[in-house]
């Protein structure tokens, strides 16, 4: 397929249907597992964004199937001092948006020629935009500092809202990542009882199987802490038994997962500290770090709620944000 660069308004809702080949969706429209749509890219000329795209690329072409590539550019507008707005023309940022485009398809293309490379440039507000995208493709990747000239929304920064409520798993890429072939593939996936890390683990080892990488299942627990107003705390707990419990949340989150991909080398990992460093200090040197958009753990000690926002930033491997 040729590339294509153009710029228009946002285009209608892409609604993940039950008809889309090779997903699996269930009745909230979510994808749930991976298929045969596109990896969607969210770019915008940043270092970060020139990251997601070339992680975008090698994960396309493992998995066999194409890149769309979108730019979205704010509409732009001008105040004056009697606070009356003025609709600025479009050409020419849309020209230079092309460009920034056209250059990175081409870097592409020239890494990973069998990939199809679909790039269009779009206006409007880009959080809605690029919510629609991620309902028409497997995949939406996104720079972990990229969108920075957007203004902060009301449930954190413009990453954390996309990633949080975007209907297909979100990847968000380190600006610094690079691609390291010469080693054996590991997905570190969070584990926490939770509906959310349910389907993070099955994400996991789907992509771990599509890919050809190893899986490690990672469960922290921690001494029980008060997380909101009411809470009661027992001034005695037995470590023993909450270490306990982590273990068997672990092995029967890993347990249907190892029936449907038998293929998938696991390590199952019970870790006595907070989740979040939990995950950091395990994915140093992983090539995917999965973890629930949000998520309370069917066992007090266990958080990955909060864990999401702290990995994103924190973390120096990609990111997969699944709901």
């Not at 590339?3 to 429209?29: I, K, M, N, Y």
């Amino acid at each position: 397929m040729p590339e294509r660069s153009h710029h228009h308004a946002p285009r209608a809702v892409l609604s993940a249907t039950a008809s889309t080949r090779g997903d699996t969706v269930d009745r909230s429209g979510k994808v749930r597992r991976l298929g045969v749509r596109p990896i969607v890219v969210g770019y915008d000329g940043t270092p970060a964004s020139d990251a997601a795209a070339r992680w975008a690329a090698g994960a396309a072409q493992r998995l066999g199937r194409g890149m769309r590539m979108v730019q979205v550019i704010p509409w732009p507008v001008l105040r004056g001092s009697g606070s009356a707005a003025v609709a600025l023309g479009t050409d020419a940022l849309g020209r230079a948006a092309e460009r920034l485009l056209d250059k990175s398809c081409r870097d592409i293309r020239r890494r990973h020629p069998e990939v199809e490379i679909d790039a269009e440039v779009l206006i409007g507000d880009p959080v809605p935009v690029l919510l629609r995208e991620a309902a028409g493709g497997s995949l939406l990747v996104l720079g972990s500092r990229g969108l920075s000239e957007l203004r902060e929304v009301a449930a954190g920064s413009v990453m954390a809202h996309i990633a949080t409520h975007a209907t297909s798993p979100v990847i968000v890429v380190p600006a610094d990542w690079r691609p390291r072939p010469d080693r054996s593939r590991q997905v570190v996936v969070g584990v926490d009882g939770s509906a959310e890390s349910w389907n993070a683990i099955a994400f996991g080892f789907e992509f771990a199987e599509q890919t050809g990488a190893a899986v490690t299942a990672v469960l922290a627990w921690h001494d029980p802490t008060s997380t909101g107003p009411g809470d009661m705390l027992f001034p005695v707990h037995d470590r023993d038994a909450l270490a306990e419990d982590g273990a068997v949340v672990l092995s029967e989150a890993v347990a249907g997962q190892t029936v449907d991909h038998p293929d998938v080398q696991v390590t199952e990992k019970l870790v006595h500290g907070t989740p979040a460093k939990a995950l950091e200090d395990e994915a140093r040197e992983a090539d995917l770090l999965v973890v629930g958009s949000r998520g309370r753990g069917r066992i007090r000690g266990f958080l990955l709620g909060s864990v999401s926002r702290a990995v994103l930033h924190h973390a120096t491997c990609p990111v997969a944000v699944v709901r």
